[in-house]
């Protein structure tokens, strides 16, 4: 394998992490928004405050298009739904057949 093949890889990996990191990220923002909802945590605890300032900070400009044309369903946001769907898409289809797109580029196919 030569070393273009290898950096192709390389970013390859490094965006299916982030992907997957990402849904990390909803999913736990998500669990956090109910928490806080249920009012078994609050934003008075620090940790919990930053925690979910961040979480906002990484997921709302992911989400924040799809909160314009999708509205809440009976008080339930189902935005981090349909954004994992996609992104869960994004990995096992487009990611893939870019890879292989990318690998016969650089190997002449």
């Given at each position: 394998m030569d070393l273009a093949a290898?950096?192709?890889?390389?970013l390859f990996f490094v965006a299916g992490a982030?992907?997957?990191l990402l849904v990390f990220a909803i999913i736990i923002s998500a669990i956090l928004s109910w928490l806080i909802a249920f009012d078994v945590i609050n934003y008075r605890n620090r940790f919990v405050y930053n925690l979910a300032m961040t979480l906002d900070r990484i997921t709302g400009p992911i989400m924040a298009p799809f909160r314009r044309f999708i509205p809440p369903l009976g008080g339930i946001d189902v935005t981090p739904i349909?954004?994992?769907i996609l992104i869960s898409g994004i990995q096992s289809y487009l990611l893939p057949a870019a890879h292989q797109a990318a690998l016969g580029l650089t190997y002449g196919f």
């Open positions: 290898a950096a192709i890889n390389f982030i992907l997957q349909i954004v994992l």
